[in-house]
């Protein structure tokens, strides 16, 4: 083969690693920030919601189309789930929750939608 051939092989070779390295950085990035909103709006629930034995994040989290990130989370309080949606600061929406005349000096177990497990309060 010419060299010019083999200088553009390699040209071609470098463009597509950078492309899929920047790809993965980009993804790595997104998923950390979901897992910081995440753990926001649970501190914003748990602050404003006592009683809470767990919440477990079901997804990652996104944007809607009006621009608003949300996630749906399963909230336990007692042994009791509710099926919320949670916004960066907290609650957003879903089924109706207990009175807040319950304990609020107690710690709540996190678990994020990677699997990783925190105690909040």
Not at 21 to 28: C, F, L, Q, R
Not at 61 to 85: L, M, Q
């Amino acid at each position: 083969m010419k060299k010019q051939t083999w200088i553009a092989i390699i040209i071609v070779s470098i463009v597509i690693i950078l492309g899929i390295g920047i790809g993965v950085k980009v993804k790595m990035d997104k998923k950390n920030s979901n897992l910081e909103k995440q753990r926001t709006a649970g501190k914003g629930f748990i602050k404003n919601q006592p009683g809470i034995s767990k919440i477990k994040f079901m997804q990652d989290g996104s944007y809607s189309g009006a621009g608003v990130w949300s996630v749906g989370v399963n909230v336990y309080i007692g042994e009791k789930k509710y099926k919320e949606i949670f916004v960066e600061n907290g609650l957003m929406g879903g089924e109706t929750l207990p009175d807040k005349d319950l304990d609020a000096s107690q710690r709540v177990n996190v678990i994020y939608s990677d699997g990783r497990k925190e105690i909040l309060k």
